[in-house]
């Protein structure tokens, strides 16, 4: 038995190693399911050149399609799934919606990974012609629409929050020749930290983008550490607004920028009281939720796509309108608030472990497969 993966992108020819990405860390971690499952796993991707490289366990075939358009990509890389798929035993699994061909395989899944066109139109200009205003907004009803046909071209589709799925539903009737399941994404819950009162550590990690939040977050530390004593603020992660950011906070005291790898997510969140994941706009059921509730953290977040599957405010979070002044009272709230921020934070860990481990993914996808697949568990 195998199964078949799709994606245009999983391995870097050149650094020889996964591509850094929320996707891609996904379809290795599905992998690892299959494999534990007793498929062998191969994944095709497109590449400037042709490959076969084995990688944990995987099996990657590398299509020289990157110089053809997407769609033509897309038919080349389904093409060549098909040359060695047995119908009665193998799963053919696209490693997102938009990489998928209109198919009727009865074991073919494909995965959506959040709603991304609720970007406010300004950060269209930054992918295409299409600048603010109508012309955004016409972009904006495209990208929708073409959403709508991907989810539809495969007959079973997990989806990773209820976000999309409850849009999705206002746009299209229900089919009942389409099955669908929510599997929400995951972090490790390695352990409570240990941490002293003071100083209270707040960490940001995410992609230094404007839309996961990275200029909010540097304005409101800056007037945070201006206004309040025995604070230090952590920036971890790379990306364009990193320039934007260190301006905003030079000579700023109790800040301090970072890296991590993908894999210590959680441990590194063990050392820090409050997370804060100020999303504009673009998110599934985020992976840094995910890692900071199962860090010990408490969550600041703001009421974005599939954060809110994620979060009961007041619970296990505490939810914010994505503007600058409610980013600025709610993390004063988590800093003066002690009770409050350590009643979120045990229960967000709690939630964790019950809701949001990889435990509980790998057994939801298992459950998938099977079904798929006819097989018993």
């Known amino acids: 038995m195998k199964c078949i993966i799709i994606y245009y992108r999983f391995y870097n020819e050149i650094d ?65 799934s098909l040359k060695n798929y047995n119908e009665k035993n193998d799963i053919i699994i696209f490693g997102a ?137 952590t920036f971890c992660g790379e990306g364009p607004e990193e320039i934007n950011m260190r301006k905003i906070l030079v000579n700023v005291r109790g800040i301090k920028f970072s890296s991590f790898k993908a894999e210590d997510a959680v441990k590194i969140h063990l050392q820090y009281h409050i997370a804060v994941i100020p999303s504009i706009a673009s998110e599934g059921t985020s992976f840094a939720v995910a890692e900071a509730m199962a860090g010990g953290c408490a969550i600041l977040a703001t009421n974005v796509g599939g954060i809110t599957n994620m979060i009961i405010s007041g619970f296990n979070g505490h939810l914010i309108d994505p503007n600058l002044l409610d980013l600025y009272v709610g993390l004063k709230l988590l800093i003066m608030n002690k009770e409050y921020r350590d009643k979120i934070a045990q229960n967000g860990l709690n939630v964790s472990r019950n809701a949001f481990s990889y435990k509980e993914w790998s057994k939801r996808w298992e459950m998938v497969i099977a079904s798929v697949s006819g097989r018993n568990l």
């Open 16 to 80: 020889n190693g996964i591509v850094i990405g929320g996707i891609e860390t996904y379809i290795h971690s599905l992998s690892k399911v299959l494999l534990n499952m007793s498929y062998s796993v191969n994944l095709i991707q497109a590449s400037s050149k042709a490959f076969r490289k084995e990688y944990n366990g995987i099996n990657i075939i590398g299509v020289p399609v990157k110089h053809m358009s997407i769609q033509r990509q897309k038919r080349e890389l389904y093409s060549e």
């Open 97 to 233: 919606d938009h990489c998928t061909i209109k198919n009727n395989i009865r074991n073919c899944v494909s995965i959506q990974h959040g709603i991304s066109w609720d970007l406010p139109t300004r950060f269209l200009s930054q992918r295409s012609i299409f600048q603010s205003g109508i012309l955004g907004q016409v972009k904006k009803w495209h990208i929708k629409r073409e959403a709508i046909h991907n989810f539809d071209n495969c007959k079973n589709r997990v989806c990773v929050d209820y976000n999309f799925i409850n849009w999705y539903r206002t746009m299209r009737d229900n089919n009942d020749n389409y099955r669908t399941w929510i599997i929400p994404n995951y972090a490790d819950t390695v352990g409570e930290s240990k941490l002293s009162e003071t100083p209270i550590r707040i960490i940001f990690a995410r992609r230094f983008t404007e839309y996961r939040g990275s200029i909010l977050m540097a304005e409101v530390a800056k007037r945070i550490q201006e206004e309040i004593s025995g604070i230090e603020f």
